[in-house]
């Protein structure tokens, strides 16, 4: 089965690769436009310029990655593409690590960051930040709070002590620090 994907790219390609680039999935395989993949992801910039048999062959096996989930960056990544959305953000958090796509992750952060598109609690979204080591995103989420009460009222919450220690106490020095500055 091959499924084409072929899309101009919307930020700058990588001068070196150019063309198509096939990506496989088992018996499945995608075309996709290697410079704009690269242009996307560290990962396949390296993949695609190696001197391994994949590079001289054209076609790239794709191991960890279930198809429906390179579906799920394609969509995203496609100049007219999907929306980073709560069902798919930490998803594709994990995707953005995986294959080194610093400007997927970016999307997600912006998506995070504006409260009116999604549900999710503060806690949660420290914990999003924690899992996928969104340090300014982190930093945004405790600059946001208005008063050290209302920080106070978050880590007497359920939902916070149910966190891993390592990020309350992340959260909490942060905590000290605000605090600090208002009283000095």
């Not at 990962?43 to 310029?49: E, G, I, L, P, S």
């Not at 999710?120 to 050290?148: C, M, R």
């Not at 916070?160 to 020095?173: G, M, Q, V």
Request: hydrophobic share 45%; aromatic share 12%.
């Amino acid at each position: 089965m091959n499924i084409y994907w072929d899309t101009e790219p919307a930020i700058a390609s990588i001068p070196a690769i150019g063309g198509t680039a096939i990506v496989c999935f088992g018996n499945t395989e995608i075309e996709v436009n290697a410079g704009y993949m690269s242009s996307w992801s560290e990962f396949f910039r390296a993949y695609f310029q190696s001197d391994m048999k994949e590079a001289r062959s054209g076609k790239f096996p794709i191991e960890d990655c279930s198809i429906e989930d390179f579906h799920e960056i394609l969509s995203v990544i496609h100049p007219c593409g999907k929306i980073v959305d709560a069902e798919n953000v930490e998803r594709l958090l994990e995707l953005a690590r995986r294959f080194m796509m610093p400007f997927l992750a970016h999307h997600c952060e912006v998506f995070l960051l504006n409260k009116d598109s999604h549900k999710f609690s503060i806690v949660k979204l420290f914990q999003i930040a924690h899992n996928f080591d969104l340090t300014l995103f982190f930093e945004l989420l405790v600059d946001g709070f208005a008063t050290t009460a209302e920080l106070r009222k978050m880590i007497k919450s359920a939902e916070y002590k149910a966190l891993p220690d390592e990020l309350k106490k992340r959260i909490e020095a942060r905590y000290m620090d605000i605090d600090l500055r208002a009283h000095p």
